[in-house]
């Protein structure tokens, strides 16, 4: 089934190998910038390595060419109001088309890889990285924390270390569901509720609370999900 490997190289194309600074240029350039034609060539690429196969050549060229169009009609029509919207709804496309032509290509029974049951856990391996941290971080968009005065409290802390530490605690969640460790899942709970909050009650910032909470509820349940998902 190719939907699969599509949706690993969609993942790979708009997550991984899509740094913010090509994301920014877009949206200050638009349609004038050299990083929206890159993008949709390395989609192109992406879905024909995976494919890995040159008869198939036509579905690569689709989905660089829907995905060029996709990202332009956004990259027009999406304002600072409307941006979270446009977002979903840039992703929604996407998929769509993905599913249009695997549902098109199961005509004719193509088979590319044999291990599907693997692809499937690296495919929501990936998704739980970058992937998801965007997906957060847009669904968060509307609440950010007013920052107030922590009196002597030690605020510091490494660069981007919440985004990695999201990131691996996902991985492990996602890791303790495939091999049916539940329990692991309760210890990340308990683990990440003792480290992190005993900080935010030290603060005493009921609003950078609240936002903490949301987001690792978010996390969590992003991985608990995609686990169940693949299972």
């Known amino acids: 089934m190719i939907f699969i490997q599509l ?27 050299g990083y929206l034609y890159l993008h949709a060539l390395i989609h192109t690429i992406l ?23 996709i990202d332009a009609a956004k990259l027009s ?21 993905i599913a249009g032509v695997s549902l098109y290509c199961q005509e004719f029974n193509f088979e590319f ?10 495919a929501g391996a990936i998704f739980l990285t970058s992937p ?10 509307s609440w950010t ?4 005065t922590a009196g002597n409290i030690q605020t510091e802390s490494l660069s981007n270390a919440g985004k990695y530490i999201g990131i691996l605690e996902r991985l492990l969640v996602f890791t303790f569901i495939m091999v049916n460790h539940w329990e692991g899942v309760g210890f990340m709970v308990a683990a990440k509720s003792v480290f992190r ?16 909470l949301i987001g690792t509820l978010l996390s969590f349940g992003m991985a608990v999900l ?6």
């Open 7 to 33: 949706i690993f190289a969609h993942l790979l194309g708009d997550f991984i190998l899509q740094p913010d600074s090509w994301v920014a240029e877009k949206e200050g350039k638009k349609l004038k910038s």
């Open 47 to 69: 879905s024909f390595i995976l494919l890995w196969n040159t008869e198939l050549w036509w579905i690569a060229l689709t989905i660089g060419i829907s995905h060029l169009m």
């Open 77 to 97: 029509f999406q304002t600072v109001k409307n941006k979270k919207g446009w977002f979903f709804f840039d992703q929604a496309l996407h998929f769509l088309v």
């Open 113 to 122: 890889l044999r291990n599907k049951e693997l692809l499937k856990i690296v």
């Open 132 to 141: 998801a941290s965007v997906f957060i971080r847009i669904l968060l968009s």
């Open 145 to 148: 924390p007013v920052p107030e």
């Open 197 to 212: 909050f005993s900080d935010l009650a030290q603060a005493k910032q009921r609003k950078l609370t609240e936002y903490v």
């Open 226 to 231: 995609t686990g169940i998902l693949i299972k």
